[in-house]
């Protein structure tokens, strides 16, 4: 079973900053948490990962707390084309276990 | 491009045929893995590949067969399979030790 919660769907304004909630109470102390996302069924494409600290590349940033039982995917500006199931994971690296997601709507 | 190629990418198949679907990549990940998609379900894993030894089975049914020849390569044959498996077979490979994971683009299985 999936160790995270996430909100089934949200909305968000083109060019607009969205954030993705994960809730993983239960992650273990050398767990990371990944963030993946899927559009229109293809292949999962990956985010971001990090372990404690918070983490930025090109495509998002990554805010831990700093107890780990939470985070946040942040999407700086929005596009239609971040419209996808974004898939928040925590794992040793091996076992990618996905759960049901959040939907994410990039509204016009 | 991920670096992680499957193939076929569609494929349609009678109950009582034998495919193979196979996957392949050149990244030098030691860590491979199966997982199935449904229709508006999440993804399931399958079968995990560590150094070509298997080491998750998630209590798939016998008609879907794993096979690892080698770290590069990942295969799963299928046998007499039912409408139900119709569903996107993803593969995917990591490093290991906390690294990410990287998807192919799957193949779509139909079973008739």
């Known amino acids: 079973d999936a160790k995270t919660t996430q909100p089934p769907s949200m909305d968000c304004a083109e060019g607009r900053a969205a954030n993705l909630p994960c809730n993983h109470s239960t992650i273990s102390g050398n767990e990371y948490v990944y963030w993946y996302r899927q559009i229109h069924s293809q292949g999962p494409q990956y985010i971001i990962h990090?372990?404690?600290n918070n983490e930025t590349n090109e495509m998002a940033s990554l805010i831990i707390t700093e107890d780990r039982k939470s985070s946040t995917l942040i999407l700086p500006h929005a596009t239609l084309r971040d419209t996808a199931v974004y898939y928040c994971i925590v794992s040793y690296g091996q076992n990618f276990v996905f759960g049901p997601g959040t939907r994410l709507s990039v509204l016009p | 491009e991920t670096g992680v190629t499957q193939t076929p990418r569609h494929l349609v198949m009678g109950m009582t045929n034998k495919k193979s679907l196979k996957c392949e990549q050149h990244?030098?990940?030691?860590?491979m893995y199966w997982y199935k998609q449904s229709a508006k379900k999440p993804l399931e894993l399958m079968f995990v590949?560590?150094?070509?030894?298997?080491?998750e089975n998630n209590s798939v049914p016998s008609r879907f067969s794993p096979e690892c020849p080698n770290s590069s390569h990942l295969f799963l044959h299928l046998h007499t399979l039912q409408p139900e498996d119709s569903a996107l077979y993803l593969c995917?490979?990591?490093?290991?030790?906390?690294?990410?994971?990287?998807f192919g683009q799957g193949t779509r299985l139909t079973v008739v």
């Open positions: 995917a490979s990591s490093k290991g030790g906390g690294r990410e994971a990287f």
């Open positions: 590949y560590n150094f070509k030894e298997q080491t």
């Open positions: 990090g372990l404690k």
């Open positions: 990244l030098g990940h030691n860590a």
